[in-house]
């Protein structure tokens, strides 16, 4: 096969793996709220129901409960559903469902029945949003045992993890950062990426480890780079996926610098990020020279849009953590 | 089927009292009525118009019109008493304003101030819901609420066709059909969710029949004809305040944009479907109904005509002002006191800042 390099947004990257992966497979169909006709509030389903047809590619009733148990009923039979919640806070009447059936079906049948489906959530804030549409529901999920929770931050890698995503034996709760969704880079096609599963380390550096996943990727380099400028060299590594979580990975960046802060949007109170700080602790405690800091969200519902900003963890406030780390003089 | 069940399903044909020449076609409310309805509408639209306006010159972050819908808009709150709750969608703001809440107020959400910019007991008005038939649940909690405690209270609870597909619609009906509470379900059909038409929303006869299975009497009626959504939402408000218990009614509109700024209409449906709609406008046809009868005259119109214009005036006025944004508003809030997790964290901002100031 020859490589084929392509600029594209994660939007664009998104619709092409799921238009790849119904092309592969017939089993896999896609529906939710306005993906057939308008291709999606955003776009991802661009094109799909005309090129694949109705039976493919459909709008269902305005139901997010019943959009998922179909899924789940459908992945019963011998289909891999692809569903997408419009935006992370509209997912919540399909909770039941997703914490009771998807996220336990496998073991409850003890084995027997599982559950090959996606549930694209658009997801996060940075986009002034009114309310409702910026919530990180991450920890929901992750807390939820029997999901995999990917958040992808790169256009290719939206499009490697999405195409395993649909690929895997189990249920995937796939987190599409919306801020990100016209953020543009040069892809590789066929694209070569680790698995569901695996953390990538972004940036090298060596004083001290930066870890973020989805929205938060950008920040952390963007902070490292200004720490760079001031004579500090921060590692940064993309966690990808929540769960599966890359121990290995994340524990081997942060022996080799001794110091973490981890960066995520989402409020920070029993949060993904407060999970990465005690597991990082429990294993590297011996490496560290500072207790690991979380650069999180506050402890309150999203913000309006003229507020946001002060809810974003941003370059400053993750430069202020990482100055907290107990430099020698 | 009983004749008793048998009542409890809708007319044959949504209920037309004017029709969309501005004839009447039944018996219409009286003229002092249908004008004040008329000034109301006229501001209505106008809202709607200045609002949507705002949007592009960045004053508001998005807005939902209900552009056409506005009878629906005017009555859903003519036909309450003051004390009588509404609980309007993102789409309602225009009810709101009817129901007495300030538009620079009920607007807050959408220019991105802060969530709910009025207090919902003031006028009685719940906060926008934006989560599809959430709200719904809470009519119905108000609703038997207020009869436990004696009040004659009424609700509004509102909601669109896709909103009826979500599992709260039915929860919330069935729960008044078996509380008797005195709700009235206001259904706007506007034959879309943002791009799916009714018939991928429903495969019932109509909105109105889902009543039915819940024990609850549907009725449709014409939702841009002012006086026929007076009559049937008085004479189911007058119901639930006798104590007979909840009513489900479909108003059959359209939604005469695309589903806010954001969207492109144009993708999912025809221009010429939207100009066949443009024919049955609700102040059209009621504005011709009263001229006919000579009981509008050039100068009261002028009047309403004025009235609407001051009040897009106090809407521009309200929102080309810039509210400089409080970030202890992020912690005040969220529980009656501040934890002490919470008091840290205003406290880094507020740090945050007065570092930023002395820079
Ligand atoms: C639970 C939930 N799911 C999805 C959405 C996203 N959404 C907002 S409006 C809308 C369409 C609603 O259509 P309808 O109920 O007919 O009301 P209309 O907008 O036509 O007034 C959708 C899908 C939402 N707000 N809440
Ligand atoms: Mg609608």
Redesign the interface.
């Known amino acids: 096969m020859i490589d084929v390099h392509e600029k594209l947004s994660m939007a664009q990257a998104l619709n092409r793996a799921l238009r790849d992966a119904m092309a592969d497979d017939p089993s896999v169909v896609l529906f939710g ?2 993906v ?4 999606g ?1 955003f776009r991802i389903t661009d094109g799909l129901t005309a090129e694949f047809g109705e039976a493919r590619c459909f ?1 269902t ?6 959009i998922v148990g179909m899924a789940v009923g459908m992945a019963m039979n011998g289909m891999r559903p692809i569903v997408e919640m419009q935006f992370d ?2 997912a ?2 399909a909770f039941e469902q997703i914490v009771s059936h998807v996220a336990k079906m496998r073991n409850r049948t003890r084995g027997r029945v599982s559950l090959p489906m996606v549930i694209r959530v658009p997801y996060a804030g940075g986009i ?6 910026c919530d990180s529901s991450e920890a929901y999920y992750a807390h939820t045992p029997g999901l995999h929770v990917v958040a992808p931050a790169t256009p290719a890698d939206a499009y490697a993890l999405l195409r395993e995503a649909i690929a895997a034996p189990d249920p995937v709760v796939f987190l599409e950062p919306k801020k990100l969704y016209w953020s543009k880079e040069e892809i590789e096609f066929p694209v070569r990426a680790p698995g569901i599963g695996t953390a990538v380390v972004r940036r090298a550096g060596t004083d001290a480890t930066l870890i973020a996943y989805g929205p938060s990727v950008p920040v952390a380099l963007e902070a490292a780079e200004v720490a760079a400028s001031e004579g500090r060299s921060l590692q940064v590594v993309d966690l990808r996926s929540i769960v599966p979580f890359d121990d290995e990975t994340v524990c081997a960046a942060v022996r080799s610098t001794g110091r973490a802060v981890v960066v995520a949007e989402s409020a920070g ?1 029993a949060g993904v990020a407060a999970e990465i700080a005690a597991r990082v602790t429990e294993r590297c405690f011996t490496s560290l020279a500072a207790p690991i800091r979380r650069v999180a969200g ?4 999203y ?5 946001e900003h ?2 974003l963890p941003g370059v ?2 993750v430069l202020d953590a990482v100055d907290d780390l107990q430099w020698e003089q | 089927m009983t004749p008793d069940s048998r009542r409890l399903l809708p007319s044959d044909a949504p209920v037309t009292l004017i029709d969309a020449t501005g004839e009447a076609v039944g018996a219409v409310p009286d003229d002092a009525t249908l004008l004040r309805s008329l000034g109301a509408l006229i501001t209505a639209r106008r809202l709607n118009d200045q609002a949507y306006a705002l949007v592009r010159q960045g004053r508001l ?2 807005y939902p019109s209900s552009h056409g819908q506005e009878a629906c808009q005017v009555a859903a709150a003519q036909v309450l008493d003051a004390a009588d709750w509404l609980f309007p969608t993102y789409r309602d703001t225009v009810a709101a304003v009817v129901k007495g809440v300030d538009p620079v107020e009920a607007l807050s ?7 709910c910019g009025y207090d919902p007991y003031e006028h009685r008005v719940a906060p926008h819901a ?3 038939a ?1 709200q719904l649940p809470h009519a119905v909690g108000v609703a038997h609420a207020a009869r436990l405690r004696g009040e004659p209270t009424v609700v509004m609870a509102m909601c669109g066709d ?2 009826t ?4 619609f039915h929860e919330a009906l069935n729960f008044a059909a078996v509380f008797q509470a005195p709700v009235v379900f206001f259904v706007q059909n506007n034959e879309y ?4 038409p009714l018939s ?3 495969a019932a006869p109509s909105l109105a029949h889902k009543g039915i299975g819940y024990g609850i009497p549907g009725e449709r009626v014409d939702g841009n004809d002012m006086a026929a959504l007076l009559t049937v939402l008085g004479a189911a408000v007058q119901r639930a305040r006798a104590g007979e218990g909840p009513q489900l009614v479909e108003a059959h509109t359209y939604r005469m944009q695309a589903h806010t700024n954001a ?1 492109d209409a144009s ?2 449906r025809d221009e010429a479907d939207v100009e066949a709609w443009v024919q049955r406008d609700p102040i059209t046809r009621l504005r011709a109904y009263l001229r006919d009868r000579g009981a509008l005259t050039d100068d009261v119109d002028a009047g309403f005509t004025a009235d609407a214009e001051r009040a897009a005036a106090h809407l521009r006025d309200g929102l080309n002002q810039d ?1 400089e ?1 409080n ?1 202890e ?3 005040a809030y ?1 529980y009656a006191s501040a ?1 002490p ?2 008091r840290e ?1 205003a406290a880094l ?1 507020a740090d ?1 800042l007065s570092r930023e100031g002395a820079r």
Do not use: C, N
């Open positions: 709220e306005d057939g006709a308008l291709g509030v709008d009733p305005l139901a997010e409960s019943g806070a509209f919540y009447p002034g949003g009114v309310e409702h549409h109170f506050f402890d309150i519902p913000p309006p849009p003229k507020l002060f809810q400053d406030r | 972050a998005v959400l959408l220019k991105g101030d802060w969530h934006t989560p599809l959430t896709g909103g597909s979500e599992g709260d969710a943002i791009s799916v991928r929303q429903s969207d993708r999912y509210i944004p970030p508003d992020l912690f969220v934890t997790q919470l964290q901002v945050e």
